[in-house]
């Protein structure tokens, strides 16, 4: 009876395995998104559990909205206001290079840029072969193009990559925070079964390491850019929000 049986078998455990590999596979591209979402559900799941959902009644998907309407202004506004800056810089390049390329360069470069230690003396040579000669300039601009072309199609690549994985992050960190309750539990069973106590236990512990890994990384960056940024404004750094 039991080898009659065993080809079913053998089928269903091929078939589950082929269903985790289609699954793994159609993931794959966005398992760092998942990862990520999953890091910022951990990092801020006491704040929601003991603070916002408890005001709110209980409403998990009303508590869930909020959550991701708050992380949508900390995490995609910001990229939005960056692509902005990108763009805006772009045309005030093009604004500055502009009458460079219209009208040629100037005699001699900038004194600061002759007095560069070890590349100022090479670049004050060929400023000067470039602008005594339009061939030489009309030469050096097509030689800039497509390396620069190819650096904005990049550059665009990135920055709406970056935004798809972002609103990845935020669609999968409202189910987190909506079911967080059930996953917390599944989480610490699982771990109660497969260690008793210290399972349960380096689970805490992984949970305190990806709080304070993102507090570290994420805190210090943030202090610094804000630091930098009204630096820059003070200072009348153009581009400020961008550097």
Known sequence: MI????????????????????????????????????VVWISTWRFYAERLRPRLGGRD???ASLMTLALI???????????????????????????YIEQGLPADPPGWLAALPL??????????????????LNALVKQLIAPARQFALALGGIAANGLLQMALVLFV????????????????????????????????KARGTVVGVMLGIV????AQGTVAMIGFLIAGVPAAILL
Not at 127 to 132: F, K, L, S
Not at 183 to 198: M, T
Not at 219 to 222: E, F, H, L
């Open 3 to 38: 080898e009659d049986n065993d080809p079913k078998r053998l089928a269903q455990i091929a078939l589950v395995v082929l269903l985790i590999i289609g699954c793994i596979t159609v993931l794959l591209p966005f398992i760092g998104a998942v990862l990520f979402a999953f």
């Open 61 to 63: 998907t009303l508590g």
């Open 73 to 99: 202004m900390v995490m995609l506004l910001p990229t939005v206001f960056l692509a902005g800056s990108l763009a805006n810089g772009a045309d005030k390049l093009i604004d500055f290079a502009k009458p």
């Open 119 to 136: 590349v100022g003396g090479e670049i004050d040579t060929t400023w000067h072969r470039v602008a005594g000669s339009r061939d030489e």
């Open 173 to 204: 960190t409202f189910f987190l925070y909506r079911d967080g309750a059930s996953i917390s539990q599944a989480l610490y069973v699982g771990a109660r079964k497969l260690g008793g106590e210290l399972g349960e236990d380096m689970l805490e």
């Open 219 to 222: 805190g210090t960056a943030a």
